[in-house]
């Protein structure tokens, strides 16, 4: 890749020296040769699209949404991923992402040289700016004082089209070690902060390096610098709409599919829903609906299933209970992995099973959307680690014989709703809060047995009717009951009891990557408690739970 090696002629003292485009060229013409005929290529009518090459920073993900908000599609890939892995897209720009490395570490992550050659505007973000100054050609040290959280922003270049339309001094949020002490030829300074002399800097090719989080929240105005990033530097038409995406889609699925036969794993969530609805649009009859009732459904929901999808949409629909078998594979499993792993494979062998019945079916549709495919650790990074392997994507049995459409794979959950809605689904499908594909198997802490299944699925009931009955559902992401696996002692009546312990989980999310537990009245909390305690023999003892995620996950398991 393209780092510059101490023997190379413009890194002898671990600084890269910076008058002139000969090194520069020098320094790309090394990279070039590291890289052989690795070059940009877009297929024909390539979709316009952002690339954010992901330097591992916990916000790199929040790039893509603010990118997305703007109707600009992009995708967010590994550092090191190579050209070719780009043909379907028209890059119209990239961003690079912060990272926790220092460039001048040692195997730290570099930029591409055809990304550089690329020719098109880059918006290089805390280690992206330092990374893009140091590779053509400028200086990175580390900062005397490292520069934390709020900063203020004073615009020295205000008519450069990055600053359109903003106030010359901005509230900004940085996190980083090291600074930039000196500009590549051709760079100039735009902006500066107390501890950063260089904390805006551009180039006349687009090419811009921001050293503070215009991403986060806490850059109040980030939102409009990424904006006009986008569309007065880079161009971007900002055309991606729901709208769009559902034509892309349908044609896409229409070439992939042909005449072959599709199933779909419904469960009642919003992501299945809206993918069927999506593989519908586009093959009409050669989709069967495949709704599994594993047994580990909320009170009710297995019903509200059928009810919904036969009344909504009339796609061809089978419903299976596999109750039994589900919960026969798995008797005494208690780690959260196997459970899922198990669960997984269940589930795809039950549509082996009616894929022979139907005869001849090719495809099988998921639901899968961007955080489970990130979380999954997935998409290449080194630098992302792997927290669940969600089954519809980490635990697929290997030797699964149907071809997987995943249509929802690159959206976060707001864009899934809008694309559902535009789809024509209804609001009581669109708006529902996510539910696990494992369902209550994992929120049955340790064995899931039918008994256990059922005091949960009590409880549960309980805790979504009072939190509908307080009009708080669409408030929260998530709201649902955990049966832990502590038991304690309590008084019911006039009786010392043993009994278990159950934990109400309720959190508030823009997207599952991260979430808040939900500031809930007390009374609301007390009226649930109260009611699970009297209705729910089994149960003594109630808790609220007040992790926030990280360093919590939303389930337990
Ligand atoms: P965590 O617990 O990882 O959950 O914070 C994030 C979101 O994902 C859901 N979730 C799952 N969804 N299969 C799924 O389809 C799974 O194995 C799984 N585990 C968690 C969870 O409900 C939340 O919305």
């Not at 070439?255 to 299945?272: K, M």
């Not at 494992?438 to 409880?459: K, S, W, Y």
């Not at 009955?469 to 010392?496: C, H, I, M, P």
Request: aromatic share 8%; proline share 6%.
């Amino acid at each position: 890749m393209s780092t510059v090696e101490p023997s190379s002629p413009t890194a002898t003292t671990g600084r890269v020296r910076t008058s002139g485009d000969a090194e520069v060229a020098t320094y790309l013409e090394i990279a070039e040769a590291r890289e052989p005929g690795q070059v940009l290529t877009p297929a024909p009518n390539a979709p316009e699209a952002v690339v954010i090459l992901d330097y591992g920073s916990q916000f790199s993900m929040l790039i893509t949404r603010r990118i997305r908000e703007a109707n600009v599609y992009c995708e967010m890939v590994p550092w090191n991923t190579r050209p070719e892995a780009l043909s379907h897209l028209t890059v119209k720009a990239f961003v690079l992402s912060g990272g926790p490395s220092s460039v001048y570490a040692e195997g730290a992550p570099t930029l591409p040289a055809y990304v550089v050659n690329a020719g098109v505007p880059i918006l290089g973000i805390c280690y992206g700016m330092q990374l893009l100054v140091h590779t053509l050609g400028g200086v990175v040290e580390p900062a005397g004082e490292r520069e934390y959280g709020h900063a203020i922003l004073n615009v020295s270049e205000g008519e450069h089209p990055l600053f359109k339309g903003l106030p010359a001094s901005l509230s900004v949020w940085a996190s980083h070690g090291d600074k930039v002490s000196q500009l590549p030829v051709g760079f100039r300074s735009l902006a500066q902060s107390e501890n950063a002399p260089f904390a805006v800097a551009a180039d006349d090719r687009g090419r811009i390096g921001i050293l503070f989080h215009p991403e986060v929240v806490h850059t109040p105005q980030g939102d409009q610098l990424i904006r006009n990033f986008l569309f007065d530097v880079a161009g971007c038409t900002g055309d991606w709409t729901a709208g769009n995406f559902i034509e892309e889609s349908v044609a896409a699925i229409k070439q992939s599919v042909g005449d072959g036969q599709v199933i779909c794993a419904l469960s009642g969530g919003v992501d299945s829903a809206v993918a069927a609805a999506l593989v519908h649009a586009a093959v009409g009859d050669q989709l069967t609906c495949i709704f599994v009732d594993n047994g580990l459904l909320r009170m009710g929901e297995a019903q509200r299933v059928v009810e919904t999808f036969t009344k909504h949409m009339a796609i061809n629909f089978r419903h299976v209970d596999a109750t039994d078998r589900f919960l026969r594979d798995l008797a005494e499993v208690t780690d959260p992995e196997t459970k899922r792993k198990r669960i997984g494979e269940t589930f795809i062998r039950l549509f082996e099973d009616e894929t022979k019945s139907l005869g001849g079916v090719d495809f099988l549709v998921q639901g899968t959307t961007y955080p489970d495919v990130i979380e999954s650790a997935s998409t290449g990074n080194d630098a992302a680690v792997k927290i669940k392997s969600h089954h519809n994507v980490g635990g697929l049995p290997k030797d699964m014989k149907l071809t997987l459409i995943e249509p929802l794979r690159n959206l976060f959950k707001d864009e899934v709703r809008r694309v559902g809605t535009a789809l024509g689904l209804p609001d009581e499908m669109v708006f529902r809060q996510p539910f696990p594909g494992p369902g209550l198997g994992i929120r049955v802490i340790g064995e899931v047995t039918r008994d256990r299944l059922e005091v949960l699925r009590q409880a549960d009931f309980i805790v979504m009717d009072e939190i509908r009955k307080a009009n708080v559902y669409y408030e929260l992401w998530q709201a649902f009951a955990v049966l832990t696996n502590t038991k304690s002692v309590g008084v019911q009546g006039d009786f010392r009891t043993y009994g278990h312990t159950l934990a109400i989980r309720c959190v508030t999310a823009e997207d599952a990557m991260t979430a808040d537990w939900a500031r809930l009245p007390y009374d609301l909390l007390a009226k649930m408690s109260n009611r699970i305690t009297n209705e729910v023999p089994e149960i003594n003892r109630v808790v609220y739970d007040i992790t926030s995620k990280p360093p919590g996950t939303i389930e337990w398991e």
